[in-house]
């Protein structure tokens, strides 16, 4: 089975900080990783997909990594801001197409 | 449509009723989802339709939810002699087959007193 773990749980910035969220996974035979945000009481917002074959994936100031040796994804965003202040999903995609999620790092980015 | 497009936005239902929540997904996507997101909890899978393949229905946590997709489109979770405990949002994702990034709808909140 699948575990996905996100560290730390809550995570509070000044304006301009750079972010790094963290995903860790258990099985390495994943097939793609994909990171979410989610605002308070909206749906999941697709930030990046990184499939397995790739290191590392770059939208704007997003960019997220994948290691799958060492089980982990990483999630950078460069420059906070106020509007990046939400909870960020990682999810593992099994080889059945299935998506395991954490439980999500809430960032609250201060002005 | 533009996105994946779920209805109602908001239900309180009274237990011991039936419920039935729409899900529209984007056009051409023939992967569906439900997943379940209780207030403070994760992500909580409970079905995938891939498209005429047989639904993978592991996550449906008792007999009393169902759900199917008409067509390859619009999928229907139907939720019967609801219980407090399904108070939650279920929410509805699309792709364009397994394995491609997955897009997610609003979410039906669903309240059961």
């Known amino acids: 089975k699948q575990e996905v773990t996100q560290i730390p749980a809550a995570l509070s910035v000044p304006e301009g900080e750079n972010l790094v969220l963290n995903c860790s996974f258990t099985?390495?035979?994943?097939?793609?990783l994909q990171w979410f945000r989610q605002d308070p009481g909206k749906g999941l917002t697709s930030l990046l997909l990184?499939?397995?074959?790739?290191r590392e994936q770059t939208s704007g100031r997003l960019n997220a990594s994948l290691d799958k040796s060492s089980g982990r994804s990483t999630l950078y965003i460069a420059a906070s801001q106020p509007g990046d202040s939400a909870t960020y999903l990682c999810?593992?995609?099994?080889?059945?197409?299935?998506?395991?999620f954490g439980a999500g790092t809430t960032v609250t980015v201060r002005a | 449509g533009a996105g994946v497009s779920q209805s109602p936005s908001n239900k309180v239902t009274e237990k011991g009723k039936d419920v039935e929540l729409r899900c529209d997904p984007i056009s051409g996507h023939t992967a569906l989802y439900w997943y379940r997101q209780s207030l403070g909890q994760g992500l909580e899978f409970l079905i995938y339709f891939q498209g005429n393949s047989a639904p993978d229905k592991s996550g449906l946590p008792s007999d009393r939810f169902s759900a199917e997709r008409t067509g390859g489109s619009v999928s229907t979770l139907t939720i019967q002699r609801t219980q407090q405990e399904d108070s939650a949002v279920y929410l509805c994702?699309?792709?364009?087959?397994?394995?491609?990034?997955?897009?997610f709808g609003e979410g039906s909140w669903l309240t059961v007193v």
């Open positions: 994702a699309s792709s364009l087959t397994g394995g491609n990034p997955i897009y």
């Open positions: 990184i499939q397995s074959s790739q």
């Open positions: 999810a593992a995609f099994r080889n059945d197409y299935k998506l395991s």
């Open positions: 099985d390495s035979a994943i097939y793609n």
